[in-house]
Nanobody, 123 residues
Framework: QVQLVESGGGSVQAGGSLRLSCVAS????????MGWFRQAPGKEREGVAA?????TYYADSVKGRFTISRYNANTVYLQMNGLKPEDTAMYYC???????????????????WGQGTQVTVSS
């Protein structure tokens, strides 16, 4: 069983930056996909970014502002710059396992989820 723990959320003003961290415990496949999702009140969970050791994916809404990095098989970061009020949400880390398949931004692809960390951006 994989457990994911997120940290780094907080409250910032528009234009500010935050870095989210996600550390996985348990067995992690080295080539798996680890992703960040977010969910605002009353909205569906949406994919923000994801990474394998060699590939990164981003939602159009965060391209050029957010950077995902895979430090090692168990750790992934999300650097968020130029934050906007519409980025306000609970952010979740997720990890998949073999057999791999489906879109990186589809929550059903992922088997393990963290508890989330809140990001609030004020205008």
């Amino acid at each position: 069983q994989v457990q994911l723990v997120e940290s780094g959320g907080g409250s910032v003003q528009a234009g500010g930056s935050l870095r989210l961290s996600c550390v996985a415990s348990g067995y992690i496949y080295s080539n798996n996909l680890m992703g960040w999702f977010r969910q605002a009140p009353g909205k569906e969970r949406e994919g923000v970014a994801a990474a394998t050791p060699g590939t990164t994916y981003y939602a159009d809404s965060v391209k050029g502002r957010f950077t995902i990095s895979r430090y090692n098989a168990n750790t992934v970061y999300l650097q968020m710059n130029g934050l906007k009020p519409e980025d306000t949400a609970m952010y979740y880390c997720a990890a998949d396992r073999p057999p791999y398949g489906g879109s990186w931004s589809n929550p059903s692809r992922y088997d393990s989820w963290g508890q989330g960390t809140q990001v609030t951006v004020s205008s």
